[in-house]
């Protein structure tokens, strides 16, 4: 019953394909149905009015001509209901995302099935609608951009791993090169906790304070208390 329905609707779309003036009210009095009831209806099996219908329905007409090209873009706005050729190409676009002029390039195209998903599924997806050939040439005109993308984002992080790497040599030599003053900077290493739990690997915490503390009075001028100076705050919370 409910492809009855849309078969009807189809037909009377059809029959008035041309008439401008063919909207929700013609259909609603045609079918002897309300404008409520229809839409309802509507909603329930594709999840579109009356007048979203009629558009996609002269649309995918339009597309089916431009096609077999019987006609110019405008000649063809006309005959499917558009009393505009520029408020055409504008719902074409926003239907199909491409304007009416591309068609011409489509050059494989279904006709057996564009003929099907006309008469019976006049909400089918735009997507379906759309061939291989000019998914092809929309992926040839990203390629460019997609290699261009890679070599820019490829040439910043390489330009920030050569300057990163740049800065910390120059910072390296600068620390070799500076003069400390004990007035103006010390440094103790406390004692490390052991976290082991186990009391026999308390001389790896201890060993891993002496070992820092050997790096650390290499560094000239810099004051370094011994480790029996701040060994007295093992096992504190300081």
């Known amino acids: 019953m409910d492809q009855v329905f849309l078969n009807k609707v189809n037909t009377l779309i059809e029959a008035n394909l041309g008439n401008e003036k063919f909207g929700a009210g013609e259909?609603?009095?045609?079918?002897?149905?309300?404008?409520?009831?229809?839409?309802?209806?509507?909603?329930?099996?594709?999840?579109?009015?009356i007048s979203q219908l009629i558009q996609e329905y002269r649309l995918q007409r339009a597309m089916e001509m431009l096609r077999q090209k019987v006609?110019?873009?405008?000649?063809?706005?006309?005959?499917?209901?558009?009393?505009?050729?520029?408020y055409f190409n504008k719902c074409f676009h926003e239907y199909y995302g491409f304007?009416?002029?591309?068609?011409?390039?489509?050059?494989?195209?279904?006709?057996e099935k564009t003929k099907s998903?006309?008469?019976?599924?006049?909400?089918?997806?735009?997507?379906?609608?759309?061939?291989?050939?000019?998914?092809?040439?929309?992926?040839?005109?990203l390629i460019p951009w997609i290699?261009?993308?890679?070599?820019?984002?490829?040439?910043?992080?390489?330009s920030f791993l050569y300057f990163f790497k740049a800065d910390l040599f120059q910072r390296s030599r600068d620390a070799k090169n500076i003069t400390i003053t004990d007035a103006e900077i010390s440094i103790a290493v406390l004692p490390f906790i052991n976290l082991s739990n186990d009391p026999?690997?308390?001389?790896?915490?201890?060993?891993?304070?002496?070992?820092?503390?050997?790096?650390?009075?290499?560094?000239?001028?810099?004051?370094?208390?011994?480790?029996?100076?701040?060994?007295?705050?093992?096992?504190?919370?300081?």
């Open 117 to 141: 998903v006309i008469l019976t599924e006049p909400s089918a997806g735009r997507s379906e609608l759309l061939t291989t050939n000019i998914m092809k040439a929309k992926r040839k005109r």
């Open 200 to 238: 026999e690997q308390e001389y790896f915490s201890d060993g891993m304070m002496e070992e820092i503390l050997s790096h650390l009075f290499m560094i000239g001028g810099l004051r370094i208390p011994s480790s029996s100076s701040t060994m007295r705050y093992k096992g504190t919370k300081l």
């Open 71 to 86: 006609a110019t873009a405008s000649e063809i706005a006309f005959r499917v209901g558009f009393s505009s050729p520029t």
């Open 27 to 49: 259909l609603s009095h045609e079918l002897g149905m309300s404008r409520s009831n229809i839409n309802r209806k509507l909603r329930s099996l594709n999840k579109t009015s």
């Open 147 to 158: 290699v261009f993308s890679v070599l820019l984002v490829m040439g910043v992080i390489f």
């Open 99 to 111: 304007p009416p002029g591309e068609v011409k390039k489509l050059e494989a195209y279904d006709r």
